[in-house]
């Protein structure tokens, strides 16, 4: 069974910065196109970023040039760099794959202060 651990949130002021990592058994992080996921209360899940197999990547508008999504595969790890935060990326982050094939983690929580 594929779970997924998303790690690395926290309380961080504007303009600051966080790495989350996605870790996971039983599954392959480099032969699936992996996505990061925001949700705030009461609202859907809204897809950030995403990264294909053979390296493309996508971002929502919303955070390009600020958000890097990369992949180690020898520890099978996928992360998110968030730079110049601002408190609207502020939610909960999950990974999965861009399909949402896996089981959701507990995700990790975000809060940006002002």
């Known amino acids: 069974q594929v779970q997924l651990v998303e790690s690395g949130g926290g309380l961080v002021q504007a303009g600051g910065s966080l790495r989350l990592s996605c870790a996971a058994s039983?599954?392959?992080?480099?032969?699936?196109?992996m996505a990061w996921f925001r949700q705030d209360p009461g609202k859907q899940r809204e897809l950030v970023a995403s990264?294909?197999?053979?390296?493309?990547?996508n971002y929502a508008d919303s955070v390009k040039g600020r958000f890097t999504i990369s992949r180690d595969n020898a520890e099978n790890t996928v992360y998110l760099q968030m730079n110049s935060l601002k408190p609207e990326d502020a939610g909960v982050y999950y990974c999965?794959?861009?399909?949402?094939?896996?089981?959701w983690g507990r995700g990790t929580q975000v809060t940006v202060s002002s």
């Open positions: 999965n794959t861009l399909l949402m094939r896996f089981p």
């Open positions: 039983n599954v392959i992080f480099r032969i699936n196109t």
């Open positions: 990264l294909t197999p053979a390296g493309s990547t």
